[in-house]
């Protein structure tokens, strides 16, 4: 049973939700062009305008099992133009498609309506082709705060939960993303915290967000928490006036999402059906490869002919040490390629490691007049990939905050 209902309040408040997380959620979510990408559960189409508009190149394909929503779903890519949407009536775990038959796909709050998510993202696994990705984007009920804070606000959001509990599902998966992609089998999953902050400076946000996104949910299980007697109705109604005093002019809300991606752990050199999550990242990933690649042939093209050649006690036996440790480097360089955000701190020692390296070389420069040309080209081979690195890296995603 799906806890929310397909009512036109509802329609409306998938919309809200989706404009007032829209660059939360699809702001680093574009698809390649020629790639296949499958909407899981797209219900009213709120997701799927934005994965058409931001992916123009991607066909998308989008699915699901309630025929009312989907209806709307098709009058809503309609009246957007979009042309590269196709829809499908059917049922998660009876879908008709080969495996490997897709090249990406997209999930939004449906694992927390299912009784089984880890066999839903098992059987969406099975329709990726290699190299493909999945995102999944879902909430956390229990990540609600606000102010004033309010102990009856918090019982009736509890009914919310307990509701969708009962109807097996999970209103606060999001904190569990990471290990549900996991004991589903995808590798080195990447999950983000999504915050969302609103007060008085934010009143679009006060309006979409914290009262027909969040306050309107909670209202609506109001006749089922009655009728299965978890709560009474004063405190029910005391609890939702109580979040809609968040919405007032020193109120303040606060919630997170979570965003998981998993993308192929193969390495492409070339052109590769990779999730590209914008530009920034795509450029990284083109450093990382080239500076991993090129490491790794510098260090083990000396060792190789200091080795042939034969070693001699006389020469340094330092050098070749540092070589090996470059050379190892260059290749975990190539691995952080794969995903970038989950090797940030492989990336910055690489980037600080660098910048040493090219500071001690510069001093040497300064010191050795007779060798200053090719120590300053050290000095310029080794820090510009470094600050290529250090502009590019993926920052601390920690708190990102919509406005
Ligand atoms: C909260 S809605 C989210 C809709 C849309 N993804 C969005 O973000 O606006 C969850 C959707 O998942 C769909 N759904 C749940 N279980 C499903 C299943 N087994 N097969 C297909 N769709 C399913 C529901 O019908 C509903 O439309």
Same mark, same amino acid.
């Given at each position: 049973m799906y806890v929310h209902g397909y009512g036109e309040r509802e329609s409306e408040r998938l919309l809200a939700q989706a404009a007032s997380v829209v660059r939360l959620l699809h702001g680093d979510t574009r698809f390649p062009p020629g790639s296949r990408v499958l909407e899981v559960g797209?219900?009213?189409?709120a997701q799927t305008v934005s994965l058409g508009r931001n992916s123009p190149g991607a066909q998308i394909v989008a699915f699901d099992h309630a025929i009312a929503a989907l209806a709307r779903a098709i009058a809503r890519v309609a009246a957007a133009g979009l042309s590269n949407v196709e829809f499908l009536h059917a049922d998660l775990f009876a879908l008709p498609f080969d495996a490997e038959s897709f090249d990406h796909t997209f999930i939004c709050f449906v694992l927390e309506h299912l009784s089984n998510p880890i066999t839903a993202l098992r059987l969406v696994k099975q329709l990726l082709k290699p190299g493909g990705s999945v995102t999944v984007f879902e909430g956390d009920h229990g990540s609600a705060y606000f102010h004033p804070d309010s102990e009856i606000a918090h019982r009736a959001i509890a009914c919310q939960v307990e509701l969708q509990q009962r109807a097996g599902g999970n209103a606060c998966i999001g904190r569990q993303l990471y290990p549900l992609l996991a004991q589903a089998g995808y590798e080195a999953p990447c999950v983000t915290p999504r915050v969302v902050y609103v007060d008085a400076t934010t009143p679009d946000l006060v309006d979409s967000? %914290?009262?027909?996104?969040?306050t309107w949910m909670v209202e609506a299980v109001r006749e089922e928490a009655l009728a299965a007697r978890i709560i009474d109705a004063a405190t029910f109604d005391a609890g939702i006036r109580d979040l809609y005093r968040a919405?007032?002019?020193?109120g303040v809300f606060c919630y997170t999402f979570f965003k998981g991606v998993q993308q192929s752990q193969r390495i492409y050199l070339?052109?590769?059906?990779?999730?590209? %999550?914008s530009k920034r990242e795509r450029a990284l990933q083109v450093v990382l490869v080239l500076w991993g690649v090129l490491t790794v042939v510098a260090n083990v093209y000396p060792l190789v002919t200091a080795f042939l050649a034969g070693l001699r006690p006389t020469a340094g036996t330092t050098a070749p040490m540092f070589w090996t440790m470059y050379a190892t480097l260059g290749v975990f360089l190539v691995l952080a390629a794969r995903n970038p955000s989950a090797y940030r701190s492989l990336i910055a020692f690489a980037v600080w490691s660098s910048f040493a390296h090219a500071a001690v070389m510069a001093l040497m420069a300064i010191q050795l007049p007779t060798r200053r040309g090719e120590l300053l080209v050290g000095v310029a081979v080794t820090a510009l990939p470094a600050v290529l690195l250090f502009v590019l890296a993926p920052r601390k995603e920690t708190a990102l905050a919509t406005s």
């Open positions: 797209c219900g009213t189409g967000f %914290t009262r027909k996104t969040f919405t007032e002019s020193d070339g052109r590769a059906p990779m999730a590209v %999550t």
